[in-house]
């Protein structure tokens, strides 16, 4: 009962003008950039960044989360149209989204995903509502070798669940994790890597590496592979509600894809891509339509939609109760908050409650708003994919560059963001993905912050993270995960290499 | 709050506009009529950047002159000071001038790119606050003497905002003085070091005396000890390091500077004036709810009390090992 008192609470907060309008502006801006191919929500997030400087907190939080979670659903429409997943996690939409929409049945596509989406929204914030309070309460007493476990397990767990072109992901990560250590050492105040340059003195701020990796080089690789106004596919609105049949299986698969996306999204290190692509894995194997798979089905466009949206929201439980970004996104939330001199940790829900209950009915709210502008508003939305990108990327751009001035005054960063870009650019020429490298960017310097933190707490001890039965708990679960990947990844290997012997058998294999 | 956030709002137009305008011919001793901008050295949300606001806020509504609020934060202020000592010399561009970069930054660094004394014209001084000693209630220590005799038989860890912050120097400052050897724990910033205090995975903490009062009330800390010369107003059963008989005051001071070169009547005017403000009791209470002591100063005074806070503070920070 506790939780639903609070939740009434934060539906007033939410519900006040205010709140409600940079909801809207939130999800508007979300379903716009989102729609956009090839721009995500952190493009969304770092551009509207500058505008949350001058709001109360709570109407800035609850502007990025609208920003973040509209980009999800206006992600999928590029994808079920154009086969241009307009956000990593719709890239997993497109395989049904676009095979439906080649049938000619978009409208059915679009009408599910954004079903699917607010359903699975919905089991998120159940989730985020459950368990961040009793979560907070237990977090109150961790400590730094505590957190460290928390994010280990986090970047094991991500690294585990990526399929493919692990090699590859891992130099990301690491290169992540050394552009993380530019700036002062936090525990020594030695400088390092800052080549004599004053501004790299506080380190490279994440509004620009990923503005530079996502916004710049994605901008630059959309250019060259769109000449814009390319949505051939028309809806046909009198297909646009999915029949009886398909509208029952919808719900297996949201239940599902929002089950397994919640977990994935409150996992630091896991997003909504992993997210998506697991439970799209998981319903190929248990779907009563398994067999159809690949040619275009509902719950097919139903379950990764369901699971990002989930995911989405519960990236919020570790972001808010522990202080530990769920995901790059996140990162900036936290600095959002760290600029209105909230710290977000388990005393947040204590100390700023009418936030936190907002943000959280803010959800109902703004997942109402977004299945409102996507279901009867979706041809607007399809039109904006006709915009001839020659004006549209220029305008970003600028946008972008506004975002990352705004930051700290300093063109500087301006520079180094297009820089990035550029070397991001040819990173994704040669099939190197951006993600990870956000992701050690962004959990490195926090887990090399609470492993020294520790180390010094113990007196250079390192058994104090087997005494501690938090850390212990966790780090017995990362060396479970490692062990079933290692296993997984063994196995594999075994069963490709005896395909090479017998190649005959490969068609049984898939 | 809703009008501070309004001048914020300025603040990105005000600054373009500054920009482009040429210095404006003003009469000597007079503001132009343009708005002034206020460097602040920190992101939104501390206590310069509140008394910024605060100044701000009162320059507008006490004498109707439009002022905003620029955060260049970065670099340990050394940013903001680069900045401001390159800005023209009109009256326009004031920085609220702190520890950071104007006395711990020139002992600190190998070199930084202004001269903090003669950079600068130092016009008015502000207040200052104390940081404090916090332990653990249950370790069952209220004097310094106790902590003394504490450490010495135990290691005790202490969390400070970061290095090379102030709770960081007097942290040093106090394990010198007394004698003992304690381990630092360095944060970013004071309320993840309060959230592992409170987790109980840390002995003590230093940190701004009075923004932790509730603390103190609730009985989840200690105060021991303050490090400023007198005990604060707001915290009456604080007894401060001097009258325990150790010689530690370690304040961080606020002023108001601007450019070298400025128009001695300039100078005057915006002493006069930001003197004006703070006399306001309204002004005054806030400050003292941020847990300043309001001083005023002479502009000379205050030129020569940065000079001297150079030398105080460069052998705490030598000793603190944090010089580069």
């Known amino acids: 009962m506790d939780i639903l008192a609070s939740f009434g609470q934060g539906l007033l907060v939410v519900l006040e003008p205010q709140n409600l309008m940079y909801c809207f502006i939130g999800v508007f801006l979300g379903t716009f950039i989102g729609v956009l191919p090839g721009i995500g929500s952190m493009a969304a997030i770092a551009m509207i960044l500058p505008l949350t400087f001058y709001l109360d907190p709570t109407p800035a939080l609850v502007m990025i989360a609208a920003v973040f979670y509209g980009a999800e659903y206006g992600g999928s429409t590029a994808s079920i149209l154009m086969n241009v997943p307009g956000t990593p996690a719709a890239s997993i939409t497109a395989i049904e989204g676009y095979q439906l929409a080649k049938k000619g049945r978009a409208g059915v596509a679009l009408f599910s995903t954004a079903t699917a989406s607010f359903g699975g929204a919905m089991i998120g914030m159940v989730v985020i509502a459950v368990l961040s309070p009793s979560l907070a309460q237990l977090a109150l007493s961790f400590g730094p070798a505590d957190y460290f476990a928390v994010i280990l397990l986090g970047l094991i767990a991500a690294s585990a669940v990526s399929n493919g072109g692990a090699l590859k992901g891992i130099a990301m990560v690491v290169t992540g994790l050394m552009l993380g250590t530019i700036g002062i050492d936090l525990t020594t105040g030695d400088l390092r890597f800052t080549m004599g340059i004053p501004e790299l003195r506080d380190g490279v701020h994440i509004v620009v590496v990923a503005m530079g990796l996502f916004g710049v080089s994605e901008l630059i690789a959309s250019i060259r592979a769109n000449t814009g106004g390319k949505a051939t596919q028309t809806i046909d609105y009198n297909e646009f509600y999915p029949s009886k049949e398909e509208w029952k299986s919808l719900f297996g698969p949201i239940l599902r894809g929002g089950t397994i996306g919640s977990f994935f999204g409150a996992l630091p290190g896991t997003g909504q891509t992993i997210a998506a692509a697991i439970a799209y894995a998981v319903e190929k194997r248990v779907s009563p339509q398994r067999k159809k798979f690949g040619t275009g089905v509902v719950p097919g466009v139903a379950v990764p939609e369901a699971a990002n949206n989930s995911a989405t929201q519960t990236a919020f439980i570790p972001t808010l109760t522990l202080g530990v970004p769920g995901s790059p996104p996140m990162a900036i939330v936290i600095g959002a908050l760290m600029i209105y001199g909230i710290t977000p940790g388990p005393r947040l829900l204590v100390e700023e409650p009418d936030m936190f209950w907002g943000l959280v009915a803010s959800f109902l709210v703004g997942n109402i708003m977004l299945l409102i502008l996507n279901v009867p508003l979706i041809g607007m939305w399809v039109r904006l994919l006709k915009i001839p990108y020659k004006i549209m990327y220029p305008t970003i751009i600028v946008l972008i560059c506004m975002g990352v001035y705004s930051l700290n005054n300093n063109v500087f960063d301006v520079w180094l963001t297009l820089v990035i870009g550029a070397v991001g650019y040819v990173m994704r020429l040669f099939r190197f993905e951006p993600a990870p490298l956000l992701l050690g960017f962004v959990l490195g310097p926090l887990m090399e912050e609470q492993l020294r933190r520790t180390m010094l707490l113990s007196r250079g001890d390192p058994m104090v993270f087997l005494e501690r039965p938090i850390s212990a708990t966790l780090i017995a679960i990362t060396v479970g995960i490692l062990v079933v990947a290692l296993y997984s990844t063994a196995q594999n290997r075994r069963r490709a290499r005896a395909t090479a012997k017998n190649p005959q058998q490969e068609g049984t294999q898939a | ?324």
């Open chain 2, 1 to 324: 709050m809703k009008l501070d956030r309004r001048t914020l709002l300025g603040t990105g137009l005000a600054s373009l506009a500054l920009f482009a305008a040429p210095a404006a011919m003003a009469e000597p001793g007079a503001w132009s009529g343009e708005p002034v901008r206020i460097v602040v050295t920190f992101p939104p949300g501390g206590t310069s950047d509140l008394v910024a606001r605060l100044l701000a806020k009162h320059l507008d509504s006490d004498f109707g002159q439009k002022a905003v609020v620029d955060n260049r934060p970065g670099a340990a202020g050394t940013v903001a000071a680069d900045y401001v000592a390159q800005q023209a010399a009109d009256g326009t561009t004031l920085i609220l001038s702190n520890n950071a970069p104007f006395t711990i930054a020139p002992t600190r660094f190998k070199s930084i790119p202004y001269e903090p004394i003669d950079g600068f014209a130092h016009i008015a001084y502000i207040g200052a606050s104390a940081p404090g000693l916090f332990v653990q209630p249950s370790l069952g220590i209220t004097t310094v003497d106790e902590y003394v005799a504490h450490a010495k038989e135990t290691e005790l860890t202490y969390g400070s905002s970061g290095v090379g912050s102030i709770s960081h120097i007097l942290g040093e400052a106090v394990d010198a003085t007394l004698g003992v050897e304690s381990i630092h724990v360095p944060y970013q910033g004071s309320s993840p070091a309060i959230q592992d205090f409170r987790a109980g995975v840390l002995d003590t903490f230093y940190d701004m005396a009075v923004q932790n009062s509730d603390m103190i009330e609730d009985k989840e800390a200690v105060a021991i000890a303050i490090a400023s010369p007198e005990r604060n107003p707001e915290l009456p059963d604080v007894p401060t390091f001097r009258e325990q008989g150790h010689d530690i005051v370690i304040e961080n001071w606020v002023g108001l500077s601007g450019p070298a070169g400025m128009d001695p009547d300039m100078v005057t005017t915006i002493h006069d004036t930001v003197l004006a403000v703070f006399a306001n009791p309204e002004v005054q209470t806030r400050l003292t709810e941020l847990g300043i002591t309001h001083r005023a100063m002479s502009t000379e005074d205050y030129t020569s009390f940065v000079a001297e806070q150079i030398d105080i503070w460069a052998p705490l920070i030598i000793s603190a090992g944090i010089a580069e």
